[in-house]
Each structure stands twice: as structure tokens, then as C-alpha cells.
């Protein structure tokens, strides 16, 4: 079965500090999808970033950058120099990867709220 | 591009009364879901279509829940009858997945969502 946590409920961190939300999945496939979504207190959630499986490079854009390690099975996000605009909850999320198929099943984690202190 | 869109934002109801919420998808999107999502959460999956058709409704309580998605566009979710417990907000989401011509895109957009409220 798939799952994903994310030990951290909550976070509070002063403007312009450094923050990282860790990301933890379980999965039996060897080929999957990994994503981070903001959701912002109007309720939408917006995709931040996806990454496959057999792609461990990590990745920086802007403030954000992402540390993926299939050795551990993580997926952790961290923001640089953070804002109060960053103050939101994201969700870490894992689904498989198919061909030939529609769809997929998306597996969310509980999410982290983040909260971004002026 | 219009991004998905939901009715209504917000509703409040007695138990036991009847509610629908309405999503238009991405225009071409194929694969619609409808999630539900509890207070402090994370999205859990109600049901999906691929175009018109139901592939995966495991998740729904079909004893009160009902989905359709008739011509593959816009889709309707009905509570019949509301309980306490059904107080969440429901989001919808749309995909464009290639089917038979290769890999699933693998990115969801999301409506702002539906927020019941059973009293």
C-alpha cells in the first residue's frame, strides 16, 4: 500500500529564515510520481513540483528547492528566505506512474502548515 | 484559461437534507476527481472519472453519495441525506491524461473546493 507522512504538523519560522518540511513515503512500485502542493487559506491547492522516480536529481527554483533520496525514501522541500506569503500548508503526495492508462491514484499526505512570522 | 471551478464556495445544512456541488474541469481534461477533505488532513479520494465513466469509486460511501459526469465535461456530487460527520470541504480536480498514447501527465489541478457544513 502507499503512504505517505509528514511527521511535521506544524511550523513557525520568523521572515527570511530557512525552513524545510520532510516528506516520508512507502510505496511497492518501482516507478512513481512525487509532488509538493501549497494550499493557501483560500482553499486551492497549487502544484509546487513533481518528480519521478527514476530522477533523483535535486532541484532548486527561486526560493524553493527540493532533496529527493530513494534511499530513504524522502522527499523533503525547503524554502529559502521565507515569506509571509509562504505561510500555507503543503502537502507532500505520491501517485504511480502508467502507461497506456488514465489517471492515477494520488496518495496525500496530512500536510504541514507553515507559518511565516513578520 | 479558466482553471477548474466549483459551486458553490460554501454551504450550511441540517442533517438529513440533501446538498450537491457542481465542478467544471480544465477545458480538454479527460480524468475528473472528487476529493474530500477533512479538517487538518490531506485530500482523500471519493471517486474518478476517465471521461465519463467511474473507474474508481471505491472510496464512496454509496449509500448516500452519488457522482456523475454525464457528457465527460461537468461533473455533480450529491449527499443524500447530510450527515454530521459529511461536514469537509469537497475539491475537485482535473488531469489531461494521454490514455493510449503514452504516460500519465501526472499533475492535478484543483478547484478553491466546496466547504458543507452539517449542523
Known amino acids: 500500500a502507499q503512504k505517505v507522512t509528514q511527521a511535521q504538523t506544524e511550523i513557525s519560522v520568523v521572515e527570511k529564515e530557512d525552513v524545510t518540511l520532510d516528506c516520508v513515503y512507502e510505496t511497492r512500485d518501482t516507478t512513481y510520481y512525487l509532488f509538493w502542493y501549497k494550499q493557501p487559506p483560500s482553499g486551492e491547492l497549487v502544484f509546487l513540483i513533481r518528480?519521478?522516480?527514476?530522477?533523483?536529481q535535486n532541484e532548486i527554483s527561486g526560493r524553493y528547492s527540493w532533496n529527493f533520496q530513494k534511499s530513504t525514501s524522502s522527499f523533503n522541500f525547503t524554502i529559502t528566505a521565507s515569506q509571509v506569503v509562504d505561510s500555507a500548508v503543503y502537502f507532500c503526495?505520491?501517485?504511480?506512474?502508467?502507461?497506456?492508462?488514465?489517471?492515477?491514484?494520488?496518495?496525500f499526505g496530512p500536510g504541514t502548515r507553515l507559518s511565516v512570522l513578520p | 484559461e479558466a482553471g477548474v471551478v466549483q459551486s458553490p464556495r460554501y454551504k450550511i445544512i441540517e442533517k438529513k437534507q440533501p446538498v450537491a456541488f457542481w465542478c467544471n474541469p480544465i477545458s480538454g481534461h479527460n480524468t475528473l476527481y472528487w476529493y474530500l477533505q477533512n479538517l487538518g488532513q490531506g485530500p482523500e479520494l471519493l471517486i474518478r472519472?476517465?471521461?465519463?465513466?467511474?473507474?474508481?469509486d471505491s472510496q464512496l460511501p454509496k449509500d448516500r453519495f452519488s457522482a456523475e459526469r454525464l457528457k465527460g465535461v461537468d461533473s455533480t456530487l450529491k449527499i443524500q441525506p447530510a450527515e454530521l460527520g459529511d461536514s469537509a470541504v469537497y475539491l475537485c480536480?482535473?488531469?489531461?491524461?494521454?490514455?493510449?498514447?503514452?504516460?500519465?501527465?501526472?499533475?492535478?489541478?484543483f478547484g478553491e473546493g466546496s466547504r458543507l457544513t452539517v449542523l
Open positions: 480536480a482535473s488531469s489531461l491524461d494521454h490514455g493510449t498514447g503514452g504516460f500519465n501527465t501526472g499533475e492535478l489541478f
Open positions: 472519472y476517465e471521461n465519463e465513466e467511474a473507474v474508481d
Open positions: 503526495a505520491l501517485s504511480e506512474i502508467r502507461f497506456y492508462n488514465y489517471g492515477q491514484n494520488f496518495v
Open positions: 518528480r519521478n522516480s527514476f530522477d533523483e
